[in-house]
């Protein structure tokens, strides 16, 4: 099950049976089904607050993924700051819609084992999120 949550936020926008036939769609080409994903949409401040509790971190972020898949089936908590989804779409000039559904697929691409620490990594990670972006139907 796709849940999406929010934390002292207002929901975006979403139409959530899309954005869950198509995030099963991803996880499928990837090998995965679908288990329990938890999406919280929140603000800076959750989001830092959360990086700073569960990962030791002291700065903002877009997305922070906590994985608990098995071999076959996604699992996991994504929590997302929309504040900083909108920041980086003005940003870059991408419509904030678009941003946040690079954000909530970045988000699965993590619980199929993708990284993106190191420049390599970088670079594959994106070259997949505008693979599944272009799925989006």
Known sequence: MIRFTTDSI?????????V?????????????SVGNI????????????VNREFLGHDYYTDVITFDYSTPSTLNGDIFISLDTVRSNAEMV????????RRII????????????KTPETKVEMTAKEEKALGKYW
Request: aromatic share 12%; hydrophobic share 35%.
């Open 38 to 49: 938890n999406y919280v949409f929140c603000s800076d401040e959750r989001e830092l607050a």
């Open 20 to 32: 869950t036939r198509w995030i099963r769609a991803v996880a499928a080409d990837y090998g995965f």
């Open 105 to 116: 697929i970045h988000g699965v691409l993590h619980l199929t084992g993708q990284g993106d």
């Open 10 to 18: 207002e929901m975006p926008a979403l139409d959530e049976r899309k």
């Open 93 to 100: 000039g991408e419509p904030y819609e678009k941003e946040l």
